[in-house]
């Protein structure tokens, strides 16, 4: 079986986060790909929310894991929703369907924001790291 994850925030390549480097190192690089949801500026990292308008969409890269046993445990860790930290967690991996550049679409794990959004701002390209260039 495949897994697949799609990252949309700190995990991208172009974001320069260290934990980026434990995905390429578990993860083979897919392509360019879109989620529907919504996205929030939370902190200095992003969150997304599903919708059902098909106008919104999350701009992400889609990885296929290869040691999914081994990467998945520690990215639990890093977006905190591992079984060491508090409930509710701030995210919540679910494996949703993501569309790919050229019109296919997979189920990825996504790690989905999971907190109340009231009083974050709408990042409406729903490009984090554009949004953070434009900041």
Known sequence: MQ?????????????????HQLLAQHGRFVAMARY????????????????????????????QLIQPELLLPALDNYEECSPQFIQPHEYRREQQSVM???????????????????????????DFLADKIAQ
């Open 3 to 19: 897994h697949y994850l799609f990252v949309y925030g700190t995990l991208r390549h172009n974001a320069n986060h260290p934990m």
């Open 100 to 126: 790919l550049e050229n019109g296919d679409s997979v189920v990825a794990w996504v790690y989905v924001y999971n907190r109340n959004i009231d009083g974050l701002t709408l990042i409406h390209s729903g």
């Open 36 to 63: 529907q949801a919504r996205l929030y500026r939370v902190s200095y990292y992003p969150g997304a929310i599903p919708s059902n308008n098909s106008a919104d969409q999350v701009v992400g890269e889609l990885y």
